[in-house]
């Protein structure tokens, strides 16, 4: 079973404020796939990283995937209160048409 | 453009009695479809997934099923409610292709057995 584990759970920070949230396994995944989802409705999708080492960039949302696809982080640069949320990260394993999320981390900015 | 639908939003229902909710896809042919449970704003845990018309794939053996009557429309049933079904409920769509298809939710709906 692959198992995605991110972090923090929670995060709590002032506008302006920079973060970063954490999206590990032990697993090698083909790719991984990060949402924002808001409360009552439904995960959407941000990005897709399919490449070791590749760096996607994303408004102030920076994506990076691990050099050996175990891991993923996201950084965002001078949050904004339209960024809370709940970050999810996605991987999906060679061949797969599943997806395992992670347990996600849950932002908020406080104006 | 594709749309997905999913009703109801929100359901109360007592323990031991059906369930039925419902997903419809437009817009597209051939999706992959899935159901998500999704634990108290967590992460979401697959359900089932279809790859077609009455092709349907069980990720955790529970108290509920799933069936594919048409291309674009997704069931989730139960014949008997637990109290641990509560939850939020979510279907997704992906088109049918390797690779890296991302996934379109709907809006779930917020289960609860009392």
């Known amino acids: 079973t692959q198992l995605l584990e991110q972090s923090p759970q929670f995060l709590s920070i002032q506008e302006g404020e920079n973060l970063t949230v954490y999206c590990n396994s032990s697993?090698?995944?083909?790719?991984l796939q990060w949402y924002r989802q808001e409360p009552g409705e439904g995960p959407v999708l941000l990005v897709t990283v399919v490449t070791g080492g590749e760096v996607k960039k994303l408004k102030r949302l920076t994506f990076q995937f691990g050099d050996a696809r175990k891991d993923s982080s996201l950084h965002i640069t001078a949050a904004q209160p339209g960024d809370t949320g709940l970050y999810l990260c996605a991987g999906r394993g060679a061949g797969s048409y599943q997806l395992t999320f992670g347990k996600g981390t849950k932002l908020s900015v406080i104006p | 453009s594709q749309t997905i639908h999913q009703w109801p939003a929100t359901l109360v229902q007592p323990v031991g009695s059906p369930l039925s909710l419902e997903c419809t896809v437009e817009?597209?042919?051939?999706?992959?479809l899935y159901w998500y449970r999704q634990a108290a704003g967590r992460g979401l845990q697959l359900l089932f997934y279809?790859?077609?018309?009455?092709?349907i794939s069980s990720e955790v053996p529970q108290n509920l099923s799933a069936s594919r009557p048409q291309d674009r429309q997704f069931i989730l049933s139960s014949k008997k409610l637990l109290l641990s079904d509560s939850g939020f409920y979510l279907c997704a769509w992906s088109v049918r292709e390797t690779g890296n298809p991302p996934l379109h939710f709907g809006n779930g709906t917020r289960l609860t057995v009392t």
């Open positions: 697993s090698v995944f083909s790719s």
């Open positions: 279809s790859v077609g018309i009455g092709q």
């Open positions: 817009g597209t042919s051939n999706p992959n």
